[in-house]
């Protein structure tokens, strides 16, 4: 304790300007500041840097933030600085002259707070730097970076265990707002955290009302949803693919939306500019690749909109999790088709992991596509996957607008006789667009050319439309029963549960999709 025998709760109010705690941060603070290890599952928003903040101030000493975000150190150092607290940071992007002028200031004790990026840890200077001061405590922020089966896995907190090592006596605070008992579980083992205590806040997001729907003609579905939910508001959009980040962008703006985009590709000062143009201008919509977002701290953000389908919960979870941090309602929307469930599949199997890892990113899409087409609460669902349990929310689409579902075993069953059919008469296989092309009837130039007009199954399946058909693939997909082929072409094969629907002894229940386009403007046609 420092000599004035400062308490959490001074500090929270006398620095911070807030008259009370959140949530468990009391616990956190108090456990941290008594010396204890602690592993912290809270979601964005929630107040974690307030958990080892307040502790860094009330212990005696250095406290040593480690943090990915090297892009933000400067910002959160200049916000603390502005409320009195002595704080600093060290990191690549500084040269040697700032880095030692750091580390005056650290021999001479005033700083209370050192954010270092993982990397600098390793370095035997900084080791022996940190050995001549007092260190207060560790926090280790973004702590789901050590997961290697993890969405944003960094190598460089692999080391990190070596703090444990070599400083036993300190406490350390582990802070995710990852929440799955996996990611935990491989937190604890990596960073040595057995002995921590666990601090889980519920995850739940309430205020934000999440959507998912088929894409179609996913700008147009974009702007519809601005112009009627959101306009002027500042939304951030992911893609998948740097080109339909920029396609996108130009997009909306030459709807007149001002938006900006943002990916790895883009030069760090057009990145860093657009990055503060969202921070401090109004109703900016950022475009972006997942690179954009973590560590960003704008409580407005009205909507979250994903263009493509995200590669796991995880991650769907933080990036809407930007959405709403002010409590007030906002959106998180989705737009997913056939397309990304085989696009996302080719990724997987033309990646260089081993096999294993193939597996586990695979397992990790499923439950995206189980989340996906859920009859359910989406919130239920959503919170299900991280443990904890709900009830239906009335604040997402399928409890606003419970979704029908409908008997869709004899189209299934159509689709996949095709299949087989075309594996075993002519061992031929093909993607979603030739299948759909054949069960419609539609005599293309390659239909015709391929001699699949005289196929059995060809124009049995006039009863749905091209869109409803696919539809009707990309569910089977995510019900596994079917699955794209791993040759890289997007072909489509079946699966062991594909059997028992073909022999009638299991039933298909689909989910009735709302947009259908193509239905309607057939419909009005004379
Ligand atoms: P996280 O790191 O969990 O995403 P932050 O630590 O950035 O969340 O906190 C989110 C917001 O909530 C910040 O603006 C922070 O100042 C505010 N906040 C945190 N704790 C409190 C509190 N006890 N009272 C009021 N505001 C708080
Ligand atoms: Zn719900």
Request: charged share 20%; proline share 5%.
């Amino acid at each position: 304790m420092t000599t004035t025998a400062t308490t959490p709760q001074q500090v929270l109010e006398t620095v911070f300007g807030y008259p009370a705690f959140r949530g468990e941060q009391q616990a956190i603070i108090d456990h941290v500041v008594g010396g204890g290890d602690a592993l912290v599952l809270m979601p964005t928003g929630g107040g974690k840097s307030l958990c080892y903040q307040i502790p860094a101030l009330v212990r005696e000493g250095v406290g040593v933030v480690i943090s990915p975000l090297i892009a933000l150190m400067k910002d959160q150092v200049d916000a603390l600085e502005a409320v009195g607290v002595r704080a600093a940071f060290l990191n690549s992007t500084q040269g040697p002259d700032e880095r030692r002028a750091v580390e005056a200031a650290l021999l001479a004790g005033e700083v209370d707070l050192l954010y270092m990026a993982p990397e600098r840890v390793t370095v035997p200077s900084t080791a022996e730097l940190l050995d001549r001061i007092r260190v207060s405590l560790f926090a280790i922020d973004e702590a789901h970076c050590v997961s290697q089966w993890g969405h944003d896995f960094r190598p460089d907190y692999l080391a990190l265990s070596l703090l444990h090592e070599r400083w036993p006596s300190i406490p350390r605070i582990a802070l995710t707002a990852t929440a799955t008992a996996e990611t935990a579980t491989e937190i604890v083992q990596r960073l040595d955290l057995g002995q921590a205590r666990r601090f889980v806040a519920s995850f739940d997001r309430p205020n934000i009302q999440y959507r998912i729907e088929p894409k179609n003609q996913p700008v147009q579905q974009l702007l519809q949803l601005i112009r009627t939910e959101h306009p002027g508001d500042a939304g951030i959009v992911y893609c998948l693919s740097r080109a339909s980040v920029e396609k996108t962008a130009i997009a909306l703006a030459e709807h007149g939306i001002p938006a900006l985009p943002y990916h790895a590709g883009l030069d760090a000062a057009t990145r860093s500019n657009h990055q503060s143009r969202f921070l401090r201008e109004e109703g900016i919509v950022m475009v972006a690749t997942i690179a954009f977002g973590m560590g960003i701290d704008k409580p407005d953000v009205r909507f979250v909109a994903h263009l493509d389908l995200p590669k796991s919960v995880e991650g769907y979870y933080q990036e809407t999790g930007r959405a709403g941090r002010d409590g007030l309602p906002a959106t998180a929307w989705l737009a997913y088709g056939l397309q990304d469930v085989v696009q996302q599949r080719q990724m997987i199997d033309r990646s260089e992991g081993t096999p294993a890892y193939k597996r586990r990113m695979s397992q990790l899409l499923d439950a995206m596509l189980a989340l996906c087409e859920t009859v359910e609460c989406r919130r239920v669902q959503l919170l299900a996957y991280f443990g904890q349990r709900s009830q239906k929310c009335g604040n997402c689409d399928t409890c606003l607008a419970p979704p029908e579902s409908w008997d869709g075993t004899v189209p299934a069953q159509k689709l996949l006789s095709t299949i087989v059919r075309l594996e075993r008469e002519r061992r031929q296989r093909y993607g979603a667009g030739q299948l759909i092309d054949i069960l419609i009837g539609k005599r293309t130039p390659r239909v015709e050319q391929l001699g699949h007009t005289d196929l059995a199954t060809f124009g049995i399946g006039t009863e749905l439309t091209d869109q409803e058909w696919r539809g009707v693939v990309r569910q089977l997909l995510a019900q596994g029963l079917l699955a794209v082929h791993g040759d890289g072409y997007g072909t489509l094969v079946l699966t062991e549960a594909s059997a028992a629907v073909l022999s009638g002894t299991r039933e298909v229940r689909l989910r009735r999709e709302v947009a259908r386009p193509t239905r309607s403007s057939k419909r009005s046609a004379p």
